[in-house]
């Protein structure tokens, strides 16, 4: 079994074909994608077709599932996989749903032990707007000042669930006996891919909300002029979605964000599943 690899453009992501992912896949199949991720952190698939089993079992081949921080959302029957959307109950609008996740972030990096990669499946979707954003953070690196990188080399960041600059949506998101309320962690502002050895800033204005030995003032002035020079629009992967898409992105390489502007009305519902840590079965 095999797939074809076509680059998007200058983007860091492309598209995937030859595979349907409802079926069981060998874990050369899932090795392959996971290097196809080391250079190329956003992989594109079109129309496929997963049901809550099959999604679980595709992205549990690529290793353990994380059972997200926001618990109202998790899939009832397994906690390793999430609903995003924007349809709440009783079929109003949720607004949470809209709004969530729509500034710079990668996923969980308010965890001691952030995870490796992100998988969305779209089942329903607005016919304009409503995309998803990333951009790649090796990238941004390479192209930041060498007295800034050098900088930033001896730099902590500290992570909390929606205490960065950029996150007013995430207030009150959990309840106060949710560690990740009051816990910082400390993640280097200048991570080393574990597959690639590639220098990665990590640092995003959702969780990131100071840098050790700085005051509050200076740590927000820096991610927001990180995340400033991060977002430029040739570096922007912009994910315009259909129903049966299928993405896998690198946690650890990128920061992603719903881009947020479409009509609340409309439907858009997907499955997510975060992997913790890449474990192919032999
Ligand atoms: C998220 C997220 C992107 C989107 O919920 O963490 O990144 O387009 N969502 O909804
Ligand atoms: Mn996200």
């Given at each position: 079994?095999s797939?074809?690899t076509?680059?998007?453009?200058?983007?860091?992501?492309?598209?995937i074909?030859g595979l349907?992912?409802s079926?069981?896949?060998?874990?050369a199949?899932?090795?392959?994608?996971?290097?196809?991720?080391?250079n190329?952190?956003?992989l594109?698939?079109h129309?496929?077709d997963?049901?809550?089993?099959?999604f679980h079992?595709?992205?549990?081949?690529?290793?353990?599932?994380?059972e997200?921080?926001?618990h109202?959302?998790?899939?009832?029957?397994?906690?390793g996989?999430s609903?995003?959307?924007?349809?709440?109950a009783?079929?109003?609008?949720?607004e949470f749903?809209?709004r969530r996740?729509?500034?710079?972030?990668?996923?969980s990096?308010?965890t001691?032990?952030?995870p490796?990669l992100?998988?969305?499946?779209a089942y329903?979707?607005?016919p304009t707007?409503?995309g998803t954003?990333?951009?790649?953070?090796?990238?941004?690196f390479?192209?930041?000042?060498?007295?800034?990188?050098?900088?930033?080399r001896?730099?902590i960041?500290?992570?909390?669930h929606?205490?960065?600059?950029?996150s007013?949506?995430?207030?009150?998101?959990?309840?106060d006996?949710?560690?990740e309320?009051?816990?910082?962690?400390?993640?280097p502002?200048?991570?080393?891919h574990?597959d690639?050895?590639?220098?990665?800033l990590y640092?995003?204005e959702?969780?990131?909300?100071?840098?050790?030995g700085?005051?509050k003032t200076?740590?927000?002035?820096?991610?927001n002029?990180?995340v400033?020079q991060?977002?430029?629009p040739?570096?922007?992967y912009?994910?315009?979605?259909?129903?049966?898409?299928?993405l896998?992105?690198?946690?650890?390489?990128?920061?992603?964000r719903g881009?947020?502007d479409?009509?609340?009305?409309?439907?858009?519902i997907?499955l997510?599943?975060i992997?913790?840590?890449?474990?192919?079965?032999?």
């Amino acid at each position: 079994m095999s797939f074809d690899t076509t680059p998007i453009d200058s983007k860091p992501a492309a598209r995937i074909e030859g595979l349907d992912l409802s079926q069981p896949l060998e874990p050369a199949v899932y090795r392959a994608l996971g290097q196809t991720l080391s250079n190329c952190p956003v992989l594109v698939f079109h129309g496929q077709d997963l049901d809550a089993t099959a999604f679980h079992d595709f992205t549990r081949g690529f290793g353990p599932l994380q059972e997200h921080v926001l618990h109202k959302y998790r899939h009832a029957e397994y906690p390793g996989l999430s609903w995003l959307t924007n349809v709440a109950a009783d079929e109003s609008v949720d607004e949470f749903g809209v709004r969530r996740a729509t500034t710079w972030h990668s996923d969980s990096s308010y965890t001691a032990a952030p995870p490796a990669l992100g998988i969305l499946h779209a089942y329903e979707t607005p016919p304009t707007g409503g995309g998803t954003l990333f951009i790649d953070m090796g990238a941004v690196f390479d192209r930041l000042a060498p007295a800034l990188q050098t900088r930033l080399r001896g730099l902590i960041g500290l992570h909390r669930h929606g205490a960065g600059p950029g996150s007013e949506m995430y207030d009150n998101s959990l309840s106060d006996d949710q560690a990740e309320n009051h816990r910082d962690v400390f993640h280097p502002a200048v991570t080393r891919h574990p597959d690639s050895g590639r220098a990665i800033l990590y640092v995003n204005e959702t969780h990131t909300h100071k840098f050790e030995g700085m005051t509050k003032t200076d740590s927000i002035a820096l991610v927001n002029d990180l995340v400033a020079q991060a977002v430029q629009p040739d570096a922007i992967y912009h994910h315009q979605w259909t129903p049966g898409d299928v993405l896998i992105w690198d946690e650890r390489s990128t920061i992603h964000r719903g881009e947020g502007d479409y009509t609340p009305t409309e439907r858009r519902i997907m499955l997510r599943a975060i992997v913790d840590q890449i474990s192919i079965r032999e």
